[in-house]
């Protein structure tokens, strides 16, 4: 790590310190550290989707913003396919990581793992953004839209796959950086791809006049920017990762446990694009009150349940390396604070936002009955994000001790569970049904979810005792 002083904006204390975090800092500040950063990136991504609909619309032309709205749920798959790679790539690291003191050969490994994660995301990009590009007008199509949207969906989408293999390896190297316990420095990236992107939107749709096609473009370059970012961090303050494709390999030592962690990611992103495809569908009969209502109920939400995936999220680095290191009571320590920590923030911003609803409502509209249905459908949505925050705690613990099988189950019941409920709510309820339906499912999946842990108990503490259970048991410097 003695590069680590040719780069003025880390340094070798800096390294150190996230390190500590992780390994012994009291639990508390060890979540503030990783969870904050997290939280306030995610808020400053949405506040920027916001600001981008809004150099869109003023173009004034409603189907360019059809074709953002329609790109939206490609550019969440995009996300997925990268977290597959970063999420499952970034808990093993994070697990390597904490084994390094009890298993010095664990070091070596990690290589490998960094190495196949990033690359491995490249890869899969480049093979998805192709084969987008190769059937472009179907896919079009598909996302739903109609003959005026066509031209601008096209433009928008193109650009977007053109540029997947930077996207997903973006969001895997955030992970990775994220492994290490990085959360500041993930922050600074993110933030810092934010506003280079809100630059660019305002050269590329207002000066040079490209539309959606420079929305795409802006977010693709920003993005790369990111990765730059994130590669120069990695490359001069990880000592035990490596980017290098010699290290590459595709040893069923690493395949297995990077994807069948990062696959429960990709099934909950799939599933996500579903069950708003299917709202959104079922919702529209109701008039646009209710889909605007809708609408405005999401967006109010999103900040609480973004304080809340902070904490979720956030976390995961450090169970991961608690498990690798075999520390049961940080572990379980861990597990407890973030879940008051959830309680919590939960109860406290649901309250606040319901306290205010009048008002945050008539800030996105006037109209008298969409506020009367808008307050039921927020009310659901609170409710809602309190079941969802304790099932993210428990994916994120089963993805950080590396048991594939209940993260996927949790996956498949967050999909499998709502379809049938919100199509059933429709027919005996009508929009009160619909309304909540999400709340009822995220119940039924919390259920699952304890039932899981409940099960997985005895596995990870016998994983705490003999080592990560999905440790690489056999050297990989011959694959």
């Not at 299917?278 to 919702?283: E, F, G, R």
Request: hydrophobic share 55%; aromatic share 6%; with cysteine.
């Amino acid at each position: 790590m003695s590069s680590n002083t040719l780069d003025p904006t880390v340094t070798t204390d800096d390294v150190g310190t996230n390190h500590w975090y992780l390994a012994s800092a009291p639990i508390v500040r060890a979540l503030v550290h990783l969870c904050v950063p997290m939280a306030a990136a995610m808020i400053v991504g949405a506040v920027y989707n916001v600001i981008n609909a809004g150099f869109i619309g003023s173009l004034h032309d409603s189907a360019l913003l059809a074709a953002i709205t329609l790109g939206t749920p490609l550019l969440g798959l995009v996300m997925a396919i990268g977290g597959v790679f970063g999420v499952g790539g970034g808990a093993l690291v994070s697990r390597m990581l904490g084994a390094v003191d009890r298993d010095p050969a664990t070091a070596g490994e990690i290589k490998h793992v960094s190495s196949f994660a990033v690359w491995g995301s490249v890869v899969a990009g480049a093979v998805f953004g192709g084969l987008g590009l190769l059937l472009l007008n179907p896919l079009v199509s598909l996302l739903g839209a109609d003959a005026a949207a066509v031209p601008a969906t096209s433009s928008y989408v193109g650009v977007m796959l053109a540029f997947v293999p930077v996207l997903t390896a973006a969001f895997c190297l955030e992970q990775l950086v994220r492994a290490e316990g990085a959360a500041r420095q993930v922050m600074i990236g993110l933030v810092g791809s934010t506003v280079a992107n809100v630059v660019l939107d305002v050269l590329l749709i207002l000066v040079l006049h490209q539309g959606v096609a420079g929305a795409a473009l802006a977010m693709g370059l920003s993005n790369l920017g990111l990765v730059a970012y994130f590669v120069r961090w990695l490359q001069r303050n990880s000592e035990h990762m490596s980017l290098a494709p010699r290290w590459f390999t595709l040893s069923p030592a690493v395949l297995k446990p990077v994807f069948g962690v990062g696959v429960s990611e990709l099934l909950q992103a799939s599933f996500l694009i579903v069950t708003s495809l299917v709202l959104n569908n079922l919702a529209v009969a109701y008039g646009d009150s209710a889909l605007g209502a809708m609408g405005v109920a999401v967006r109010i939400a999103q900040v609480p349940e973004f304080l809340v995936m902070g904490i979720t999220l956030g976390v995961l680095p450090l169970l991961a390396y608690a498990y690798g290191k075999g520390d049961r009571n940080r572990l379980r320590s861990a597990v407890r604070v973030s879940a008051l920590a959830v309680g919590g923030i939960s109860l406290v911003s649901a309250a606040t936002v319901l306290a205010f609803r009048g008002p945050l409502f008539s800030a996105f509209s006037a109209d008298p009955s969409m506020l009367a249905i808008g307050v039921t459908i927020l009310t659901a949505q609170l409710v809602a994000m309190v079941m969802n925050g304790f099932t993210g705690l428990l994916t994120s613990l089963f993805q950080a001790t590396g048991r594939a099988t209940p993260a996927i189950v949790i996956s498949l019941a967050q999909g499998v569970l709502f379809i049938p409920i919100v199509i059933l709510g429709n027919l005996w309820f009508g929009l009160s049904g619909i309304v909540w339906s999400l709340t009822v499912s995220e119940s039924a999946v919390l259920l699952v979810a304890v039932v899981m842990w409940l099960a997985s108990r005895r596995a990870i503490d016998r994983g705490l005792v003999t080592g990560s259970a999905e440790r690489v048991e056999q050297s990989l410097a011959t694959a």
